[in-house]
């Protein structure tokens, strides 16, 4: 079964800091997404990556950088946090192309910005 | 616009009675699956599940791709049944995007 973790698990931080949320994966997924759930708006689709060095952009991009290192690794920076990102963050993990499309979910990291 | 509807919103069951959750797609879908969050905020993955019926204990998924929906039929309720179920779907669009309803919150009581 793909494992996906991912650190911290909870972040607290001032508006204008510097936050960064990783995850990995050890299933040899291709693809990674990054999400943030919200009340009222279920799970929405920040980033995702197709493989090292990729980055495809979600539907909330704003105010997010990702980047892909390996096919294990792929990371969330807040450059400048906000309170609005505070948030419920999770990634996730696929093998696009191979027989299922299924997402492997990590437990999630819950974003504070004060 | 909101690509995925699932409905009813919140539902309470008494233990032992059965609950049946839809998700109603506004486009063609390639692959879909359904989730339980946890109340502390895990997700879990119930079924992979881009057409027909598939079963697993007291769960039933089925997608019906023509008519772009999908259902959750929980049958014999239990307490720990209790949380969010949430649906995903990937539109057949070519990109790997996937959007997520906004969940059901199911609570079974005594």
């Known amino acids: 079964e793909a494992a996906v973790t991912q650190s911290p698990r909870n972040k607290v931080t001032v508006t204008g800091g510097n936050v960064t949320l990783s995850c990995r994966q050890t299933n040899s997924h291709n693809y990674m997404y990054w999400y943030r759930q919200d009340t009222g708006h279920g799970l929405r689709l920040i980033h995702y990556?197709?493989?090292?060095?990729?980055?495809q952009i979600g539907d909330v991009p704003d105010g997010y950088k990702a980047t892909r290192t390996t096919q294990e690794d792929f990371f969330l920076l807040l450059e400048l946090a906000s309170p609005s990102q505070t948030s419920l963050y999770f990634c996730?993990?696929?093998?696009?192309?191979?027989?299922?499309?299924?997402?492997?979910f990590g437990p999630g990291t819950r974003l504070t910005v004060l | 616009g909101q690509q995925v509807q699932q409905s009813p919103a919140s539902l309470v069951l008494q233990e032992g009675e059965n609950a049946e959750l839809q998700c109603n797609f506004s486009?063609?879908?390639?692959?879909m699956q359904w989730f339980y969050q946890r109340p502390e905020g895990s997700l879990v993955s119930l079924f992979y599940?881009?057409?027909g019926t598939k079963q697993s204990g007291r769960l039933t998924s089925t997608t019906v791709i023509k008519e772009r929906r999908s259902s959750l039929h929980i049958s014999s309720s239990q307490i720990t049944d209790s949380g969010t179920y949430l649906c995903?779907?990937?539109?057949?669009?070519?990109?790997?995007?996937?959007?997520f309803g906004k969940g059901t919150s199911l609570t079974v009581i005594p």
């Open positions: 996730a993990s696929s093998d696009v192309g191979g027989s299922s499309y299924e997402q492997y």
């Open positions: 599940n881009p057409s």
């Open positions: 990556s197709y493989g090292a060095g990729n980055l």
């Open positions: 995903a779907m990937e539109p057949n669009t070519g990109y790997q995007n996937f959007y």
């Open positions: 486009t063609s879908l390639n692959s």
